[in-house]
């Protein structure tokens, strides 16, 4: 199910309109997994790859001539490295994807930081929270669809907020703020992530996902036929996401599908840049397989994926 499916989850809050990203792209965001692995078509995404192995320095690198990406890429590559032996193997390609998993909540947490902390007292109220994010909206509602989806926004917001507040003070500290932008990181936030992920999804509020609600809305083909990636999803449904067999997603399988464990989620992502660059098949890259394999790894106008390598290279 790739993420325009599912333009109704609402997992990861990259929070400030003004100041981080729009709150209309929060309606499509997160879920990890192979999801963001597929295009809307269903066609494997080369964004996804790029981002999780380059972070925002991938834009850099579509900018650059041919040459100087490549060598770019070459001192990257030579970081992967961590052994220095000429070859990244798998387990080192995991372990450089994991720190940039990592690294990127840190980067986007203290930069949302600095942005709402106005009176710098080391802590961030709702206040400051909720006018640096959505200005003068009301927590009352509106009445308009666009209005609406952000005062939806604001309403969930304030929930994940005061779940966050673990010593209910009425404040988030530092660490309180970074589990409050990514409840996914947090065992204490996951449960919530997982009640909204059902909220949104679960049209018939049973407290499961039947295949049905997984998929969400099919637009048939022009010749009335459904899309490809229907059966795809079907077939991930049942072998993969249904895992005791009664025909439906309970809150565990929910939060198998979305909160994999980082290290698996990152061992996935290096095993197909592995099978998509390793040109000899010796489960090893050289530092030239990936040079000459450079559109696997980098090169795309990619979306926003975080400050990953800032201070990398």
Known sequence: MSLLKLSAVVLVAFCAVTLAADPNDRLHSHLGGDEEHVTSEGDHNPDFDHEAFAGSENQEFSQLPPEQAKEKLRIMAMKVDVDGNGRVTKAELTTWIVKQMKRYVEDDADQQWKNLNFNEDELVSWAEYKNG??????????????DQSFSDLLTRDRRRYDHADINNDGVLSRVEFSSFLHPEEDEHMRPLVVEETLSDLDRNKDGFLTLEEYIGEVHKEEDGSEPEWVQGEREQFN????????????????????????????????????TSADTNKDEELTIDEIVDNHDVFVGSQATNYGSLLHEEL
């Open 133 to 146: 994010t959505y200005g003068s909206m009301s927590e009352d509602g509106a009445e308009g669809e666009e």
């Open 239 to 274: 072998e993969h996401r249904d895992l005791n067999k009664d025909g439906k997603m309970d809150k565990d399988e929910v939060a198998k599908w979305i909160l994999p464990h980082e290290d698996g989620h990152a061992d996935e992502e290096a095993a197909h840049l592995m």
